[in-house]
Each structure stands twice: as structure tokens, then as C-alpha cells.
């Protein structure tokens, strides 16, 4: 954001493009449990436009998709799919905890209105609501419906949803400290947090497990854990806004009610990002040499 919290288009385009240079496969813009509950829908059209500028085609981008009733989420997924955007982040409904026929209706209703592949954004643990094997096993049925973030926060259900689902959705983890774990485990990619502010450790991480090659990815994943610590926080939004400026990738500027990190809050994360920083390993030659 700019300092009236006007979105930063600038900022952001020069982000999004250090992302892809980095080597993700893909961008989400708008995502859920992110400031996403601050931006109108024009705001998260804007950032689609943004982005879909900024990637050039490189990577596909996918808009979070978190809204308060089923009206609400058709109405933009419809507009968003017109302005370009390559897929959707959906979460079951906002600030209302809806029960399993809610939910799965709801997810239903928003499939058909598009075309566009889906990710089910299943978090229980921030949003109450848990979208289970046994619910994905009925919405099987919807097309669009391709894969599932998953942040139940419990690594058990990986294998939960592949031995019951087989390769019916793509399951990624949605949880940055239990990213290595996921993807060990069987989880196709990573939607990451620390990524904003290191791509090129993630990257690495995930394309050195790719080759098979656990103990290097594993020596990273160490290093990087205090990180992604930092996403498993209320305050995830401002201590990765944080690490992005330590890092020269971003501004710290969040809309209210969110107030930047001040005093121990400040002092304590800022100390764990030195501290990484300090001992950060060179991961240059494992992007060079797996990139896939």
C-alpha cells in the first residue's frame, strides 16, 4: 500500500516480478487470511490487472476468492475470470460458520460459475470451518474443483486425502511450517507465506525434493524454520511485510485495524529475520542447477 493505503500498484508489480525471477511456478493475489478482508472487490481487481501486467504469461495467477455470501463470491469470481486471472483460492464463506451442506453447497454454487480451475482453501483453524476428505469425496463431481490448499494444521491428512480421493484433486500445503513435511508426504506444491520475502529458499526446497534430494532441502528448511514460524502468527500479515523490507522487497504500510510491529513485537521479529539473514545459506547453485 501507499501511506494514504491506496494499493501501491508500482510496489507490487516490482514484487510480483522479483517472485517469478525467483522461480515460482505461480502467483496468488488477494489471498484469504491476508489483508484480503481489507480490499474491495475493485481493489482485487486491480491486483489481478496488476499482476497478469507484471507476469507477462510467465506463470498463471490465481485470485483469492473470500467473500461473505454466495452472491458476493459469484459476482467476482465472474469478473475476475473477464479481466484474465488463470484460476481461484476459494474459501468456504466469511464471518458466518456454515455447517457441511452449507459449505458444501456453497462451494458448489461458486463452481459452477466458472470455467476457471479451483483451489478449495480448507483452514479450520483460522476460519472454523473444516472442509473434510468426506466433503471433497462429494463435491468430486464439479469439474472446476481441482485441488485443495490444505492448513488443517494436521499432516495427517495428506495422506488422509490421497488414499481416499486418489488423484482426483492436487493437494498442496497451505502451512509454512510444515512445508517440507507436506511435500514429503505427498503434497504436490507449497502456497507459501515466507515466500514474499525469500522465493529462492522455498523454490529450492521444493525442486530439491522434486529430484529426491531430502537431505539438502532439509538442511534449508532448518535454517529457515524461525521463518516460517513467523507465518503461523495472528500477526503474519505484518511480521512478512516486515521481512520483505528487511529483505528490499516491499513497504510495511498496512490498512487498519492492522498497525505495523511496534516495540517487543518489533524487536523480536526483527531479531529472528536478522538472525536468518545473518547465517542465510547460498541457494544459488541449487536453483541453477534444479529448476524444473
Known amino acids: 500500500f501507499n501511506p494514504d493505503f491506496s494499493v501501491n500498484a508500482d510496489l507490487t508489480a516490482r514484487h510480483i516480478i522479483s517472485q517469478v525471477e525467483a522461480g515460482v511456478h505461480g502467483i ?17 481487481l486491480q491486483l489481478v490487472l496488476t499482476a497478469s501486467k507484471a507476469v507477462d504469461g510467465r506463470v498463471p495467477i490465481i485470485s483469492g476468492l473470500a467473500e461473505g455470501s454466495t452472491e458476493a463470491a ?52 483460522s476460519y472454523g470451518v473444516d472442509v473434510t476428505t468426506d466433503m471433497l469425496l462429494e463435491l468430486a463431481d464439479e469439474p472446476t474443483l481441482v485441488a485443495i490448499k490444505e492448513s488443517s494444521d494436521d ?7 490421497i488414499n481416499q480421493t486418489g488423484d482426483r484433486y492436487q493437494v498442496f500445503t497451505g502451512v509454512d511450517n510444515l ?10 506444491g507449497w502456497v507459501a507465506g515466507l515466500v514474499c520475502a525469500f522465493p529462492e529458499e522455498t523454490v529450492a526446497i521444493y525442486n530439491l525434493v522434486r529430484q529426491g534430494r ?38 510495511e504500510t498496512v490498512r487498519p485495524p492492522r498497525l505495523p510491529l511496534s516495540g517487543s ?3 523480536n521479529v526483527a531479531s529472528v529475520i536478522s538472525e ?17
Open 265 to 267: 513485537d518489533r524487536t
Open 155 to 161: 499432516i495427517r491428512r495428506i495422506t488422509e486425502i
Open 179 to 188: 512445508g517440507l513435511e507436506s511435500l514429503l508426504m505427498g503434497a504436490c
Open 74 to 125: 459469484i459476482r467476482f469470481a465472474m469478473t475476475a475470470e473477464d479481466a484474465g486471472v488463470d484460476g481461484f483460492m476459494l474459501l468456504p464463506p466469511l464471518q458466518y460458520k456454515s455447517d457441511e451442506r452449507e459449505t458444501v453447497q456453497y462451494l458448489r454454487q461458486v463452481a459452477r460459475a466458472t470455467k476457471l480451475p479451483i483451489m478449495i482453501y480448507n483452514n479450520p483453524v
Open 28 to 44: 496468488v493475489v488477494a489471498g484469504s487470511l491476508g489483508e484480503a478482508s481489507t480490499l474491495s472487490q475493485q481493489d482485487k
Open 214 to 251: 531430502i537431505e539438502e532441502a532439509r538442511e534449508i528448511y532448518r535454517w529457515f524454520m524461525p521463518l516460517l514460524n513467523l507465518d503461523v502468527s495472528n500477526k503474519l500479515v505484518q511480521n512478512i511485510k516486515l521481512a520483505e523490507v528487511m529483505v528490499g522487497l516491499g513497504s
Open 276 to 292: 536468518a539473514l545473518k547465517n542465510r545459506p547460498n541457494v544459488r547453485d541449487f536453483l541453477n542447477s534444479t529448476t524444473i
